[in-house]
């Protein structure tokens, strides 16, 4: 709460109002103090109520701009193995990554937890290396477009 404060008049039915000034003597407080001490934490559950709504807005936004992004990737690219694109992509979105600040690292982290699931041969994970990174290069330069 801010130092600035504003005063507003309430009507209560008469057992609250005893309510509060008794309750309030006995918490050590002004009946106004208790008053926005409870309040607040009403203000505060709301708080992230709106902040949890609009954190949920951008994810689906971002979310939204990385299947375009993959949309666009391979309809340019028409290689057989796109679907690990979209494993990758699924897997950025799940792990809240940035796609712009991507690497190789993150390429070589998929790639790992994606064997271990899998019997893939070195030559596909290859493969599938060569063309993340070009999927890598092709978000970049859309970054870099907008």
Known sequence: ??????????ELPDHL??????FSRLVAMT???LLAHILKYYYDAFKVGR???ILEQLEERVKKQVEKLLDEF???YRG??????????KWVIDNAK???????????EFL??????????SSSVSKYRRLLKKFLEYAKESCERV
């Open 17 to 22: 109002v005893d309510f509060v000034e008794t």
């Open 74 to 76: 391979t309809r340019n």
């Open 98 to 108: 940035k796609l712009g600040e991507l690497g190789e690292n993150d390429i070589e």
């Open 1 to 10: 709460m801010g130092s600035e404060t504003k005063k507003i008049c309430i």
């Open 31 to 33: 009946p106004n103090q």
């Open 51 to 53: 902040d949890s709504a």
């Open 80 to 89: 057989h193995e796109t679907h690990i694109v979209k494993k990758f992509t």
């Open 112 to 121: 790992r937890l994606y064997s271990m699931e899998r019997s893939i041969s």
